[in-house]
């Protein structure tokens, strides 16, 4: 299993931006299916972007116009581009991995926390 590391998460006033990086050791990146999730105390993961192999983007409805997904095969790396952060987006985010016609991997990693306060 792929174990992600997550970065570039930190404190940030409304308003403003910041980008996650998602690094995978793997030599089989490129086919992946890449996701942003995050998670506040005591909700639910829940899926905020993804990025197919093909470069095929989904966003959830919340963050819409506001977050941008993207990848690097050459660097093993996807990212989350935010901008225009709210205080609700507040959240540790993780990023995971999905083979073609499989479900999104069991393996996490330790994620990045973003606050968003002034």
């Known amino acids: 299993q792929v174990q992600p590391v997550e970065s570039g998460g930190g404190l940030v006033q409304p308003g403003g931006s910041l980008r996650l990086s998602c690094a995978a050791s793997t030599n089989i990146f490129r086919i992946f299916t890449m996701g942003w999730f995050r998670q506040t105390p005591g909700k639910q993961r829940e899926l905020v972007a993804v990025i197919t192999s093909g470069g095929t983007t989904n966003y959830a409805d919340s963050v819409k116009g506001r977050f941008t997904i993207s990848r690097n095969n050459a660097k093993n790396t996807a990212y989350l581009q935010m901008n225009s952060l709210k205080p609700e987006d507040t959240a540790v985010y993780y990023c995971?991995?999905?083979?073609?016609?499989?479900?999104?991997?069991?393996?996490w990693g330790q994620g990045t926390q973003v606050t968003v306060s002034s």
């Open positions: 995971n991995t999905q083979l073609p016609g499989r479900n999104f991997s069991g393996s």
